[in-house]
């Protein structure tokens, strides 16, 4: 699998571990560049460029990458995307509800520009993933959030248990 830390060993060195800083620029094909960078514990994904029928699943696929890494949540941080096409913004409750029972990471949208955020207020993808007008913004309220607990139990095997 291609994660955000096998990729990251891949230019320049960069650690990728959580709470670590630096940048990483994930391979999507043209016109979609994604970078992605640590905040704390909240990993910032980047996307620039135009979002087409093309580069919907490989948006799709890398953002679930960065979730499996399992950060404490996920922006997307829409400032440099462009989208013409208000149905490929479903890419986002997509990628939301596939990574929020595993890995259970929350993911969070911010900071689209004015056209972006047009398409974004006339669709129903503010119902499924939280949206917000600034980055800055998102991480404030992401990082008072309580943490997801996690509960781990054994299961003993018994005879009778055979299926």
Same mark, same amino acid.
């Given at each position: 699998?291609?994660?955000? !830390? ?6 320049? !060195?960069? &650690? ?32 620039? !460029? ?17 979730? @499996? ?15 013409? =096409? ?12 596939? =990574?929020? &029972?595993?890995? !259970? ?15 974004? &207020? ?17 991480? &404030?309220?992401?990082? @008072? ?19």
């Amino acid at each position: 699998m291609n994660g955000v !830390g096998e990729m990251a060993s891949r230019s320049a !060195g960069l &650690d990728a571990g959580v709470g670590a800083v630096g940048t990483k620029t994930l391979n999507v094909p043209s016109p979609l560049l994604l970078e992605a960078h640590f905040r704390g514990r909240i990993l910032v994904v980047r996307p620039g !460029g135009q979002l087409t029928p093309g580069t919907y699943e490989r948006l799709r696929d890398r953002l679930v990458e960065c979730a @499996a890494e399992e950060p404490a949540a996920m922006v997307v941080d829409l400032a440099s995307m462009r989208a013409a =096409i208000a149905s490929l913004l479903t890419v986002f409750p997509t990628v939301c509800d596939r =990574i929020s &029972d595993w890995p !259970g990471v929350p993911l969070a949208l911010a900071a689209a520009p004015p056209p972006l955020r047009t398409l974004l &207020d006339s669709s129903a993808v503010p119902r499924f993933v939280p949206t917000y007008h600034s980055l800055s913004e998102a991480l &404030d309220d992401l990082e @008072a959030a309580p943490r997801p607990r996690r509960h781990r139990c054994s299961c003993p095997a018994t005879r009778g248990a055979r299926g």
